[in-house]
């Protein structure tokens, strides 16, 4: 089978990439800036339909993963670049995908889209309203819309997953800050940790993607959430301190003052802005029904997210 990977320099889609190419499949990546060195990828411009149109019109793929986009920026990316990248993006890779006839396409999407998870005995469903609280989560879920609105009269597949928040080997983002921070001594409780977060690994969903590439599809439509059971904050925070050999402080900011402290940044805005909704993320339950993964794909696992903790730690103290 050959295969499309767009981001494949990135994080996740760096990942499907390798996992893919090593399990035989015939795969071709694209980045936006690439060095021609790098075997099998290729510079494209996902905002550029024409050069889309263009690549698509000398390739014959049986399936395209479509993990290109601006990552969320906590407010240093124009709102229009989102639009550009993330929306008509995928509608540009989407459209050229039923143009020329692939039969499946997934499209990596995210959890913000909910606009927050629920709690361990209430988690957030694919069905649940949407309320994304920025830019980012907006063009993600205006990506999805972009993408069902592309195959909605076409015979191609299209699975639309939604990660939690994404770990393993190489992750970057909030988790990378929060392991460094442990790892330098400067991290500092906030509440007792006792709220249940989801995660995601990684080669959960290059997992995913394999499987959704190689088996017949039972519907033309998925829009799944994809995680690992949930651990509480302070269950990740031990797992990675144990797995750096790193005590972390035992005295806590008490939570009322923590809520506080996050209120007043919203209030002040620009960067104390961000240090609240860091103080409010980090608060917050975020747990994410994986009820339909398991159902559409029940012969997938998800790695235990105290092991996907684990292994991400483990490679960054193996690269170092």
């Known amino acids: 089978m ?86 008509e993006g995928t509608r540009n890779v989407a459209r050229a995908a039923r143009e020329y006839a692939v039969p499946k396409f997934i499209l990596m999407s995210s959890v913000l889209v909910y606009g927050g998870g629920g709690d361990g005995s209430s988690p957030k469903q694919e069905t649940d309203a949407k309320l994304p609280r920025d830019t980012y989560a907006q063009s993600k879920l205006d990506a999805e819309l972009a993408a069902q609105e592309e195959f909605l009269e076409s015979s191609s597949a299209l699975l639309v ?38 995660l995601t690994y990684v080669g959960d969903i290059s997992a995913a993607c394999r499987s959704f590439l190689t088996e017949s599809s039972k519907e033309q439509v998925q829009i799944l959430n994809i995680a690992s059971p949930p651990a509480s904050m302070a269950e990740i925070v031990n797992a ?38 860091s103080i409010e993320t980090w608060l917050s339950e975020d747990v994410y029904s994986t009820a339909a993964f398991a159902e559409a794909f029940p012969d997938l696992g998800q790695t235990p997210i105290l092991e996907a903790v684990r292994q991400d730690v483990q490679a960054r103290i193996e690269t170092r």
């Open 161 to 198: 997953l939604r990660p939690a928040p994404v770990v393993g080997e190489g992750s970057k983002g909030n988790f990378a800050k929060l392991v460094n921070a442990i790892a330098r001594g400067r991290f500092l409780w906030l509440g007792r940790g006792q709220n249940q977060k989801s």
């Open 240 to 277: 990675i301190s144990d797995e750096l050999g790193r005590a972390v402080p035992r005295f806590q900011v008490p939570e009322l003052f923590a809520r506080i402290a996050s209120e007043a940044g919203k209030l002040i805005g620009g960067p104390f802005g961000r240090i609240g909704r």
């Open 2 to 87: 050959r295969i499309l990977v767009t981001g494949a320099t990135g994080f996740i889609g760096g990942r499907i990439f390798e996992e893919l190419s090593a399990a035989g499949f015939d795969v071709v990546g694209t980045c936006r800036n690439t060095s021609p060195t790098i075997p099998n990828i290729a510079q494209m411009d996902v905002s550029d339909a024409d050069a889309v149109d263009q690549f698509f019109s000398g390739e014959n793929f049986d399936g395209v993963v479509h993990c290109a986009g601006i990552a969320h920026r906590f407010g240093k990316t124009a709102d229009s670049v989102y639009r550009d990248v993330n929306v």
